[in-house]
T-cell receptor, first 115, second 111 residues
Framework: ETGVTQTPRHLVMGMTNKKSLKCEQHLGHNAMYWYKQSAKKPLELMFVYSLEERVENNSVPSRFSPECPNSSHLFLHLHTLQPEDSALYLC??????????????FGPGTRLTVL | GQSLEQPSEVTAVEGAIVQINCTYQ??????LSWYQQHDGGAPTFLSY????GLEETGRFSSFLSRSDSYGYLLLQELQMKDSASYFC????????????FGRGTSLIVHP
């Protein structure tokens, strides 16, 4: 247990569905992240929120929509996904400290399959 | 831009010592982290080097040379459970706290 939880752990959805991934951190951190990890590919940073403001958006398609209502919760809203979006979606949190190492604490991930 | 290079796969036998290298090119650099990820699991933090030299934590050690833009993770007394992917990640500092990850090295430990 890293103090970061994600639900659901597994999700199968059709291309026309709308679903949401949820992440919650219990570490008192002030930054939260969404990553995509596809087979045989490196971790791809999708979104970063610091103090509930989005500070990074790495050219992610608009069918992925993040939401950060407070510093402990992060959502990823999904709609009209494509089969190539099937991947492990990882949430992480860190304590943003200027000049610090900002160790990432990852959740267990949501394994998403798009049919 | 930023990039980190590490071998895609390393194999070793139980009880051996293995070194996983990481070279980086970044426009700014503050420190190098290492993460371990087992199949189906989440990456977990192993170590962090901000200064040159060796940091030791049990069977695992991590090294950094800032002048060479190079670091490595050293795993000693390998065990089967060490079979996993290992990622290096660069912290850019200078106000940016977002780490850049390497592609990962798959370590396979044989009996």
């Amino acid at each position: 247990e890293t103090g970061v939880t994600q639900t659901p752990r597994h999700l199968v959805m059709g291309m026309t569905n709308k679903k949401s991934l949820k992440c919650e951190q219990h570490l008192g951190h002030n930054a939260m992240y969404w990553y995509k990890q596809s087979a045989k590919k490196p971790l791809e940073l999708m979104f970063v929120y610091s103090l509930e403001e989005r500070v990074e958006n790495n050219s992610v398609p608009s069918r992925f929509s993040p939401e950060c209502p407070n510093s402990s919760h992060l959502f990823l809203h999904l709609h009209t996904l494509q089969p190539e979006d099937s991947a492990l979606y990882l949430c992480a949190s860190s304590q943003d400290r200027a000049g610090g190492s900002d160790t990432q604490y990852f959740g267990p991930g949501t394994r998403l399959t798009v049919l | 831009g930023q990039s980190l290079e590490q071998p895609s796969e390393v194999t070793a036998v139980e009880g051996a010592i293995v070194q996983i290298n990481c070279t980086y090119q970044t426009s700014g650099f503050y420190g190098l982290s290492w993460y371990q990820q087992h199949d189906g699991g989440a990456p977990t933090f192993l170590s962090y080097n901000a200064l040159d030299g060796l940091e030791e934590t049990g069977r695992f050690s991590s090294f950094l040379s800032r002048s060479d833009s190079y670091g490595y993770l050293l795993l000693q007394e390998l065990q089967m459970k060490d079979s996993a992917s290992y990622f290096c990640a660069a912290s850019l500092g200078g106000g940016s706290y977002i780490p850049t990850f390497g592609r990962g090295t798959s370590l396979i430990v044989h009996p």
